[in-house]
Each structure stands twice: as C-alpha cells, then as structure tokens.
C-alpha cells in the first residue's frame, strides 16, 4: 500500500496493492522480452586483502508475490555468470549459472501509472539468495551478495523500467479500511517502543567470533559489545517488521591476528528486519468479560525461516564506524558477523508483543461477535506534517476475525491513516480501534431494525455491499389518515425501504411511500433522514455527570419528496400545497396543516410552489428541505407533538411482552393497523431509530421487557443523557480479550463513522 502525505485534519487516499495478483497475471510472461536495456552487469569491488569481481548476464526479473504495500520484491535470476576473486597468492572463478538474488525496494511515488523506486537509504536491500558457493564458509557468498546489492543500487532505474512494463493491480480508499478484517486494534511504534524499553526483554550484550582460514582470506575477528534498547522503526509494511539497534558503550571489533581494535561511533547501529508469529500460550491473561474458557496466543518474533525459506533476519543496513566502511572488506565480514549473530540469537528477543484469547465465551450473549476466534498481526509507516516518517504516527496493529468469518484475502496489510484520523479528532488520541462498517450495520443495524417495528425479520435482507438493510417484497407502513380523515392503507415497494451507512452518516430512506390521499390523487412521498453519530460526555439537565455516550443525532437536513402527475399537479394545484405543506408542518413541527393561522399557511404554500419543478415524463416533484421549510415559517417542533410521538412508540413497544418479540407477526400487525397520520409514522419511525441504536450497542439483551426502549427514548426526550447506557461495556468487550504487555487500557475518547467505525483514544495503565 502506497502512504501518502497526510495533511492535518485531511486525509488522503490510501493506495493499496496486490501483489499476489499480480504476479499471477505475469507469471506466463517472458520478461525478458519486456527489457529494452542490455542484461549485462559487472561489479567489482577493491579491498587490501582481496579483490573480487562478479559479471554476466541477468536472466529474469521476477516479481514475486511477496510484496508488501509499497514494497515489492523482485527475484533476480542469472542467467549466466562468474565470481572472481583473488588475492596475492591465489586466483579462483565460481561459476554463478541459474543463481538468484531477492531484493527487497521500495516504490515512493507513482505519477500516472509511472512508479518511481526510492533513492534514499535502506530502501534497497537484499533478503535471500542462492549463492552457495562454500559450504563450510559464508563469506565468498557474502561477498558476491554485496557486489549484487551494489550493482542493482547503481542501476536501480532498470528495476524501475522493468517494474513500469506491469500491470500494478492496485485500488485507491479515500474512507478508511481494514482490508478484510473485522476489527483493527491499533498503536504506534512510540507505545510498542515504550514497552521493549519497560520490559527489557531483548538482547542487551552481544559476543560472536567469525574465523575465515582459506585460500583467499584469513580473519578472525570478535565483535562484542552491548545494545541500547531495541527499537521498532520505520521502512517496512505488512508483516515485515523493522527494528534499529543502537550499539552501547565499549562495543568493538577486534583482529584478533593483530590485535587492532575497531571502536563503533556513538551513533553505531544495525538496522534488521523480522516477522512477527502468534504462538499457543498457557494462560496469563483474563478477560473480565468472558468466561475464561479462551486459548490465549501471544505474539511474538519468528525464529525460523518463513514459508519463502527467507531467513528470520534479514540485515537491512549496518554502520559501525567511518574507519569499517571505508575497508570494503571488512565492512562485509562486520556484516556477515552480524548476520550470523542476530539469527542465531533472535530467540532471546522475548518480546510479547500482544496476547490474544481465542474462542473466549462472552458473559453477554449480545456480546459474543466481538470476540475474537482469528489473530494477525501488520505494521504501515506514517508520516508527520513535515513529510518525514513519524514513530508517533506510524502503526502497528493487531488484526482479528470473529465468529470464525473467514478474510477471503488474508494480508498483513494495514491502513497508515488509522491513528492520524483519531488524533484529527483529539490530538491526544494515541490508539484507535476499528470494526469493519458491514460487520457494524450486521450486528448494530439489523438487531435494531426489529425495535423500528417496520415489519418482521424475514422481510428483510441485507444489500450485496454489506452497508444497507431493506425490505425484500412490498410491505404494509401501515394505516394512515387521508386529505378525508379515512383510514387508507400505506405501502413501500420492494427495496424502496432502507436503514444503514453511507457518505460515513446513518440514513433512513424511505422511498415511494404511497396511499390514496383523496379520489384520484395517489400521494407518493420520499422522506430520507440522516444521522450523525457523536460521542458525548458532559453535564446533562439533572446536572449529572455523564461520559461516553455514543448518540445517533438527526443532522437537520431531512428531504421529504412528493410525486404528481402533471395532470394532477395542474387539476389539483392548491390541493397539492396544502398537502405537502399539511405533510412537512406534521412530520417537522408536530402540527397539523389546518391548526396553522392563515398567515402561516399561506408561507407554506408558496413555498411549496416555489420548489415544485417539471420533471419530464409528465411528472412534478416537490422537495422539500424541512430545515429550510421550518426556518422560513419560523416554528419549531412543539414539546407536545414530542410527547404524542413519545406516547405512540411506547403504546407500540408494549404490544409485546419482551424485546425478542417486539417484531412478531402479531406485534407488527398491530402496529400497521393503528390509527395515525403519516406524519405521526414517520416521527416515530425517525425517533425510534436512536433508540434502537443505542440499545443494540449498549445493552441488547432480547429476553428483556421492552420497558428499556421507551425509558431510553424519555431520558433523550427529557436531556437525561446520564441515565442512557454508555458503550464502555461494549467497549470492554471489544478489547478485553486482547492485551497489550505493559497492561494498559483502552480509554475511548471519540468515535464516529469513517469507511469503518472508528473509536479513538489512549492506552493508559
């Protein structure tokens, strides 16, 4: 995934790459007939003991399926070649036929379709080969490996070229993702830097001896010295974790042929790159909301070759001292040493890096799809407002799935926005934790779709996208009074009816809502309501304190639309008005059209004059914008049109005795058959939406009396905001099943709607 710059407050498009399908679409491609550029490589390298020198020709270039974000991995095949090397008293050639190199570089910028290959340091690196050229002696290898790396630095712009003859397969997000998973738990690299430090559990001394006695060199040389606390870095995405170690004091390279000394500077360090594993763990940890029936992982540092036989470490980039790197020599003995040494020794970095409780039973039955029964792990880097990798930005994530839902296209890829968008909405938001948004409208929407008392569970379906419950078949909305105060029935077509997320807004839309509304005119009415949610914490009118409750609020911009037919339109113009106007003072103010004084309803005719338009095919629309309506006749919604909806929805919420039956076929049919006024459904219906919210993300428990529902709907009629449940238990159960080593907690701080649901705060002990 390609990182851009974020600016603050605004975040910009996420590009994220698929590199396995890629390299399955040139796979049966002859690169080499791609390449307009000579395969010929010479490399040569001078150094007081030896000189050595590599050339030939390259065979393919091949881009693996290992990538990761913006880091692909090419496998680079020779197709014939020979290594010289020499020293004063001996020659000898090895013939380097059918060997490999993998390179690891980094893409930094794409301008239409044309990717660009970092210049900068580190971003070029070597992380296998097959140069296996001495058995009993790593070094010849060693050797042809930096006159490798050397080269393709040197001529890194025919990687670019032939990286420019593929198809990239690549998608850009502007919302935020979690690619696939269900959740993402998130921190920086500052915090997991904070807890290597605090738990001290790495490597802090290191001693390893490197003989070379052959006929071409001669060395014995012992590097030993101490670490400074190991450090996640930045330069790596994915499952590819980069670590800086700095050398400590008094750490050195001795000769121990000429007992010479090489002293490492004080800004000496060794820049790594490992993978991360989930292993099975006796149990340490609890989660307070479950059961304790969980089998914990921890995660922690792979300590063996992956599946690609690619080493547990690969070294990135070493510096010593001045002295090391101006001997070409022995920088690349100080370089095999460390190699050596970090992957003999990896294991006794016992860094956990986070626990996990898989298939933990939750105490809350509403709370089981939280749990987590799959765990990954990924890392992305991030930058700060000057353009410059940020440790405080960068994001280090843990991944997971529950109820055993599968990721069709599991990846260790994870969106470096994440932790910039909580701290865009308070600067002190440290951590985020998001749920994927179908996953959300799945366990959110359509448990509260039943509250909304539209129609029964089997009426409805989810749409393909995951984002929207509708209605399946046409369905009754139920009895209304009509321009002659009779009783009509109401209908809504086939997926005309919708509840769920878009533009990061819950929306109810209701479209083509009609019912005969005198002889011969068919009202048909579009009423679509938006709503943002806000996490509020605060004083309420008891003057109660209360906190972190997690409100849908009505954005104000609700649309009402009617549909007539020209011929209607023209027959019945003052008619028309009137009931558009008698519809919007309903739904809007709480009055009806007829109880307005004549000023007032003259305000509302014209202005539904105003917005009437031609629409073609013999149509005329009215929208209405009820904001916009309610301002220009100067009223508001009346306390006592709140209390009569209030009244409705509690008249219908007891028509059952428990919540699990609040949408029974029985309960429904009450409802529909209920005598009331369009305007009264639809209030009731908008008003019902926020307490079927909260209630499902709150508490949800079915077998409860429906007393809760209405007890919720007064204490917001009333501003009792301190007696509305908070999500801190939805909360805990999001998080208690995972924890960080240093034991801290997630304290919420904000949440809201973007691509996923994004809660943002900070880990405190």
């Not at 042809?144 to 393709?152: A, C, D, E, I, S």
């Not at 079915?702 to 809760?708: D, F, H, L, R, S």
């Not at 529902?709 to 009333?718: D, G």
Request: hydrophobic residues 35%; glycine residues 6%.
């Amino acid at each position: 995934m390609r990182r851009i710059y974020m600016k603050k407050k605004q975040l910009d498009s996420l590009r994220i790459y698929d590199w396995v399908q890629t390299a399955k679409d040139i796979k049966n491609q002859d690169s080499k007939l791609l390449r307009n550029f000579s395969t010929v490589f010479h490399q040569e390298m001078k150094a007081p003991s030896m000189d050595a020198k590599v050339t030939g020709n390259w065979g393919n270039w091949e881009l693996t399926d290992e990538g990761s974000g913006q880091y692909p991995i090419f496998k680079c095949y020779i197709e014939n070649g020979t290594f010289e090397v020499g020293t004063d008293h001996k020659k000898a050639t090895y013939d380097l036929q059918h060997t490999w190199i993998k390179v690891c570089l980094k893409i930094e910028d794409i301008q239409k379709e044309t990717y660009v290959i970092s210049e900068k340091e580190d971003t070029l690196y070597s992380i296998n080969h097959s140069f296996l050229l001495d058995q009993e002696n790593s070094m010849l290898s060693s050797v042809v490996n930096h006159l490798f790396v050397t080269w393709l630095k040197e001529h890194r712009e025919l990687l670019q070229q032939q990286l420019n003859t593929y198809t990239i397969h690549s998608r850009t997000s502007d919302d935020l993702s979690l690619l696939g998973w269900d959740t993402n738990y998130v921190t920086s690299f500052s915090h997991v830097n904070q807890m290597i430090q605090q738990q001290n559990l790495y490597p802090s001394t290191f001693e390893h001896e490197l003989i070379v006695d052959d006929d071409f060199t001669s060395a014995h040389l012992i590097a030993k010295g101490t670490f400074q606390p190991w450090e996640i870095t930045t330069g790596a995405d994915g499952q590819n974790v980069n670590f800086i170690c700095k050398f400590g004091e008094n750490s050195a390279i001795t000769n121990q042929k000429n007992n010479k000394i090489y002293k490492f500077n004080s800004n000496a360090y060794v820049k790594i790159q490992l993978k991360l594993q989930y292993l099975d763990s006796s149990k340490t940890i609890e989660d307070p909301t479950g059961e304790g029936n969980g089998q914990q992982v921890n995660l922690m540092v792979k300590t063996d070759n992956d599946n690609n036989g690619n080493a547990p470490v690969i070294l990135i980039s070493l510096f010593l001292s001045e002295e090391i790197e101006k001997n070409r020599s022995l920088k690349v003995f100080s370089e095999t040493i460390f190699k050596e040494w970090f992957n003999k020794n990896i294991e006794k970095f016992e860094q956990i890096f986070s626990s996990f409780l898989l298939h933990e039973t939750a105490k809350g039955e509403n709370f089981q799809w939280l749990k987590p029964t799959t765990a990954y792990y990924g890392v992305a880097e991030a930058k700060d407002e000057n353009g410059e990798p940020s440790l405080d930005n960068s994001v280090f994530a843990v991944m997971t799935m529950v109820e055993k839902r599968e990721n069709k296209n599991p990846t260790h890829g994870v969106d470096n926005r994440l932790l910039q968008a909580v701290k865009n909405e308070k600067d002190t938001n440290d951590s985020a934790l998001g749920i994927d948004m179908p996953l959300f409208v799945e366990k959110w929407l359509v448990q509260g779709l039943n509250i909304l008392q539209v129609g029964t569970p089997d009426e409805f379906e989810k749409t393909s996208n995951g984002l929207f419950i509708q209605n399946k078949e046409k369905i009754e909305f139920g009895k209304i009074y009509n321009a002659l105060d009779t009783l009509v029935p109401s209908h809504i077509d086939s997926k005309k009816f919708k509840l769920g997320i878009t533009n990061n807004q819950l929306v109810l839309d209701i479209e083509d809502l009609t019912w005969e509304h005198t002889p011969g005119i068919i009202g048909h009415v579009d009423y679509k309501q938006y709503y943002n949610l806000n996490l509020k914490s605060g004083v309420d009118k008891l003057g109660k304190e209360y906190k972190n409750v997690l409100i849908p609020e009505e954005d104000g911009n609700a649309t009402l639309t009617f549909t007539y037919t020209e011929t209607e339109y023209y027959k019945w113009t003052k008619l028309i008005t009137e009931i558009a106007a008698g519809i919007v003072c309903s739904i809007g103010a709480g009055f009806a059209f007829g109880a307005l004084a004549p000023r007032l309803k003259n305000i509302a005719t014209t202005f539904m004059k105003d917005v009437a338009k031609k629409m073609g095919n013999g149509l005329m629309k009215i929208v209405v914008p009820m904001k916009k309506f309610l301002e220009r006749m100067g009223i508001k919604f009346s306390r006592q049109a709140a209390e009569e909806i209030e009244m409705q929805l509690i008249t219908n919420m007891q028509r059952s005795p428990s919540i699990s039956s609040i949408a029974s076929s029985a309960v429904i049919n009450g409802v529909r058959q209920a005598p009331r006024t369009i305007g009264s459904r639809i209030g009731e219906l908008s008003k019902k939406v926020s307490v079927a919210f909260l209630y499902t993300g709150t508490i949800g428990l079915a077998g409860v009396a429906p007393t809760v529902l209405w007890e919720i709907s007064e204490y917001l009629l009333k501003g009792h905001i301190s007696k509305v449940p908070s999500i801190n238990e939805f909360l805990a159960n999001c998080v208690g099943a995972v924890k960080w080593p240093d034991n801290s907690e997630f304290q919420v701080e904000t949440a809201k709607l973007q691509g996923i649901y994004l809660m943002g705060g900070q880990l405190n002990k």
